[in-house]
């Protein structure tokens, strides 16, 4: 797994990409975006090199680039997909402690959080902090609802529905 | 009972514009036959479009009825189908028997206007709403040579889903 973080400027994923095509790096699942004015990256990377060679490799780059890259041994490979059955909606006015109340009532709940996103937008003195969430659950959507609205949950907007996958 | 191979991507032949069915005869009845009974062979697919199964002509099967709280017509074979208005849209997160380990959000038509024929040529309307929509479309599509992945939109964008939504309620 390659994790990377850095000021976000052309070029990086071309660059780090290139390093691990030349020494027959295989790129599976990814996923990389800019946050906050940085460009983030996480990579299952399939290579007969060890990571602490990668490591090397990358880290050459790496450090003229501003970057922070980092390869670990991780387990895992493709096609491990599980299918999200529920999804979480919040929206509110931002304040510390809305991603805590919401994620723990999940999680007593045994939601599995499978993706995340969120984002801060609205008016810079109004910041409105919204957030999607994707996860697998036994528990029925209505226990989800009931256990969400037991949660401090003040002023902001939480919905909890069904995810529908047509297979067609 | 013939259950046929599934094509699968990078299949190019998925890709391809398929011809309107001309005669509504025998051998239809058995190419329709092969397609439902690869249909129910896969994971529980609510649709099946003939060129999933190498067959390039027009024709669908749809059969939401599974479901429940679904708005269905039930078992559907529909040949040459057309859709004639459309209203409203909505994000809904597809697969498909051809695209295996992979899903996404695709914005769709909520509500159509259907026509189409059945397997003795007789022309058939109907009007059409939520998940049997979604499939008719996501059907239409296979015999236009285009794969949901073509039309899946980000989940980022979909952060904004429900201001859409609400939006769009109000009017
Ligand atoms: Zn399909």
Redesign the interface.
């Known amino acids: 797994m390659l994790t990377l973080v850095g000021q976000d400027h052309t070029g990086i994923v071309a660059a780090v990409t290139r390093v691990l095509s030349d020494h027959d790096c295989m790129l599976s699942e990814a996923s990389m975006m800019r946050l906050g004015g940085n460009f983030s990256m996480m990579m299952m990377v399939g290579a007969e090199a060890s990571a602490e060679t990668l490591n090397t490799l990358l880290n050459s780059i790496a450090h003229s680039m501003g970057l922070c890259v980092h390869v670990d041994e991780a387990a895992g490979k493709p096609h491990q997909h599980i299918q999200p059955n529920v999804e979480v909606r919040v929206m509110g006015a931002d304040r510390a402690g809305i991603v805590s109340s919401v994620t723990s009532a999940l999680a007593d709940c045994e939601v599995n959080i499978v993706d995340l996103e969120s984002d801060v937008i609205g008016k810079q003195d109004e910041p409105v902090y919204i957030m999607n969430i994707l996860g697998v659950s036994t528990a029925p959507i209505e226990t989800l609802q009931k256990r969400l609205e037991e949660a401090d949950l003040k002023a902001v907007d939480v919905s909890v529905s069904a995810v529908e996958t047509l297979i067609a | 009972m013939a259950v046929q191979d599934i094509l699968t991507i990078p299949d190019e032949r998925l890709k391809q514009v398929s011809q309107p069915v001309e005669s509504f005869d025998e051998q239809l009845h058995w190419q329709l036959q092969d397609l439902e009974d690869t249909r129910q062979a896969g994971?529980?697919?609510?649709?099946?479009?003939a060129p999933q199964i190498g067959w390039f002509q027009r024709a669908v099967i749809?059969d939401v009825s599974g479901?429940k709280k679904t708005p269905s017509h039930g078992y559907l074979e529909l040949i040459n189908p057309e859709i004639l208005e459309w209203d409203d849209f909505k994000l809904?997160?597809?697969?498909?028997?051809s695209v295996p380990?992979?899903?996404g959000n695709v914005i769709r038509a909520k509500n159509i206007k259907l026509r189409a024929f059945d397997r003795h040529g007789s022309m058939l309307e109907f009007d059409m709403t939520g998940?049997e929509a979604?499939?008719i479309q996501?059907?239409i599509d296979h015999l236009d040579g285009i794969l949901f992945p073509d039309r899946v939109v980000s989940?980022?964008s979909?952060?904004?889903?429900?201001k859409v939504y609400q939006a769009s309620t109000k009017k």
């Open positions: 994971p529980a697919a609510v649709g099946i479009a749809v479901r809904g997160r597809e697969g498909c028997l380990d992979f899903t998940f979604r499939a996501h059907e989940r980022r979909d952060l904004f889903q429900r």
